[in-house]
């Protein structure tokens, strides 16, 4: 295990990388292309370009009641902001931001390692190897059959069947009269929330603002993305772990010398 392995490793479980800069970045989700690593492997990646982002305020206990620390990314006009915005955007020495979301410092009150307001924030708080959270609305499909939303069975296609992509069973006649809660049925599908979870980071670009990650991450091209360390801190150090050992693991596992007699017992010498 390399010594910068183990570093990341340990500053992953025990959260120093928040404490110092409990932030994350706003940025857009651009499209998916694949990359090859140093084995020759293809990888497929998906392009965040993020940041840089304007501290627009500063929140503290005293003055808002939770500490937190507002960000901006990218520009609207200013006919399309309103007054009062303007006015925050003023204080802050900012021009009007198209995407604004909060981060919450609560393990790091003192906001230690936060630019000061005006400032900005980019990709250099990241870097190769990084496990993060990549967080988006997801595609909106519409109004969706129980096929395409929950991957319900459909019918048989013969001829004379009557029943093909219909929803199936409602629930019994007698008792309880009615649909059971939860049916899986049609309805809205897509446009929510979504959060894809312990991703990590494959390169970045600091001269073109671009985080390349590894897999997909909810949204359309274009889409507005909030990309933050992640909060599965032990399952990443143990990946972090796993990973830098896997070739001394291969190597002590190719040098062992099975006796072909006891071959069935794992382990036999």
């Given at each position: ?220 091209e274009n889409a507005m993305v909030i990309v933050r360390p992640t909060v ?38």
């Open positions: 295990m390399t010594v910068a392995a183990a570093d990341n490793a340990s500053q992953i479980m025990s959260g120093e990388k928040e404490k110092t800069m409990p932030l994350g970045l706003l940025g857009k989700k651009l499209g998916m292309s694949q990359i090859f690593d140093n084995e020759g492997k293809l990888v497929p990646v998906t392009y965040i370009e993020a940041g840089p982002c304007t501290v627009l305020q500063k929140k503290t206990s005293e003055t808002d009641g939770y500490c937190a620390v507002q960000l901006g990314f990218g520009e609207k006009k200013e006919k399309n902001t309103a007054k009062a915005e303007l006015g925050h955007y003023a204080k802050a020495n900012a021009k009007p931001a198209r995407y604004v979301r909060e981060f919450r410092c609560d393990d790091n009150p003192s906001l230690d390692g936060v630019p000061e307001i005006g400032g900005s924030v980019d990709v250099t708080m990241f870097k190769k190897g990084d496990h993060i959270d990549v967080v988006g609305v997801s595609k909106g499909r519409g109004f969706a059959s129980p096929i395409k939303r929950w991957h319900v069975h459909r019918g048989p296609e013969t001829h004379g069947s009557m029943y093909h992509r219909r929803a199936g069973s409602q629930g019994a006649s007698s008792y309880p009269s009615r649909t059971w809660k939860n049916k899986h049925a049609a309805g809205h599908m897509g446009a929510v929330r979504v959060t894809a979870i312990n991703l990590v980071v494959v390169d970045t670009d600091e001269e073109r603002n671009l985080i390349l990650v590894r897999g997909s991450v909810p949204g359309h599965r801190a032990k399952k990443a150090a143990r990946q972090v772990y796993m990973e830098s050992t896997r070739a001394e693991r291969m190597a002590a596992l190719a040098s062992r010398k099975l006796n072909p007699l006891k071959a069935s017992k794992k382990g036999g010498k």
